[in-house]
Every structure is written in structure tokens, then in C-alpha cells.
């Protein structure tokens, strides 16, 4: 796999709750690359978390941020970089990715995320009347852009390091 990637990156992209940064994390440590979590750099870089950073500077704002971050990481050489749900959603960050990696879409039902989001206040952008349907509508916008990955794999409920070794195999 080391010989295919060369010095490109591993880039898991996906929905909130698809589970990127646990499999991104177990993807780097079978190919013996770093891992980086955008939304944990993002943090750091802000001196806050992400919840802070929407209420205080706004979406617009963090999307900047989160863009010049993922441009830094992928410039720094080969790494698995788990990304936020909604990285991919922008065209110059969609261009960096295709230049310099290898794009997983993990691709996860409604129910799935609904599940594994429920619970948290980290997700501003969840922070609505109808978090049900906002998933909903963030999916279909997204979805159209998440396909343009270059690999696509089920996230479902197995075990995580099923999940892991159909990524593999898809490299
Ligand atoms: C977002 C997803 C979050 C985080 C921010 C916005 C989104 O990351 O970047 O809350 O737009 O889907 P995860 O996908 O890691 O939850």
C-alpha cells in the first residue's frame, strides 16, 4: 500500500458520526503513517473548541480556518487525516484533496448518525429544533459531493476494524 500511496495522504471524508477520526485512527497505525484529526487542529490553532469558535466567530469563520488547516496538513506530508463533515463541501479543499491524496468517502445511513450524534452538544450545526431533520437535509446536499471521493465504503455497525480492512483493500 505504501508503494501505491507514495507521498500521498489517506483522506477520510463523511458525514458527523460516520466514524472517520476511529477508523482514520486505526487505518494509521496498520500503514504506520501519522494520524490527524482536522477538527482537533482546528481547535489548537483556535485556542478553542469548535462549538466556541461557531458561537463566537461564526460558521463562516471556522470554514476558513478549516480550510487553510487541511491545506497545512496535507502539505506536510503523508499522514491519514480524518476531516470534518463539512470540509469537502468546498471546491479549493476538494482540489487539495484530489492533488495530494487519496479521498475514503465513509458513507453511513441516517439512523446510523442519528444514533452516534444523538448524544453530543460538540455538533453546533445539530444544535437545532429538529436534528432528525437536519441530518436529513445535510445529507442531501452533501452526498452529491461526498461521492467524488475516489474510494466509497459502507460505514455500518461491524466492528470497526472490519471497516478498517475494506479500506485497506480498496487502496
Ligand atoms: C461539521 C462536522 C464536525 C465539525 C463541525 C462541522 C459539519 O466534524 O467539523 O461541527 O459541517 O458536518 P465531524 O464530522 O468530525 O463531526
Redesign the pocket.
Known amino acids: 500500500i505504501a508503494a501505491v500511496l507514495g507521498p500521498r495522504s489517506i483522506v477520510l471524508v463523511?458525514?458527523?458520526?460516520?466514524g472517520?477520526?476511529t477508523i482514520g485512527r486505526r487505518m494509521a497505525a496498520r500503514l504506520h503513517l501519522p494520524f490527524t484529526?482536522?477538527?482537533t487542529e482546528?481547535e489548537t490553532a483556535a485556542g478553542m473548541s469548535?462549538p466556541d469558535i461557531?458561537e463566537i466567530h461564526g460558521e463562516a469563520y471556522?470554514r476558513d480556518g478549516?480550510a487553510r488547516v487541511i491545506a497545512r496538513i496535507l502539505d506536510s506530508g503523508p499522514v491519514v487525516l480524518?476531516?470534518?463533515?463539512?470540509?469537502f463541501m468546498r471546491q479549493e479543499t476538494r482540489n487539495r484533496i484530489r492533488e495530494r491524496a487519496v479521498s475514503i468517502w465513509l458513507k453511513a445511513d441516517p439512523d446510523v448518525i442519528m444514533r452516534r450524534?444523538r448524544r453530543r452538544a460538540?455538533?453546533?450545526?445539530l444544535q437545532t429544533a429538529d436534528p432528525e431533520a437536519t441530518v436529513n437535509r445535510?445529507l442531501g446536499e452533501r452526498e452529491p459531493v461526498y461521492r467524488n471521493a475516489d474510494l466509497t465504503i459502507a460505514s455500518r455497525d461491524v466492528p470497526h476494524d472490519r471497516i478498517v480492512e475494506e479500506c485497506l483493500e480498496a487502496l
Do not use: Q
Open positions: 463523511g458525514m458527523m458520526g460516520a472517520k477520526s484529526d482536522a477538527d482546528i469548535i461557531f471556522f478549516e480524518a476531516t470534518g463533515g463539512g470540509a450524534v460538540d455538533r453546533p450545526l445535510l
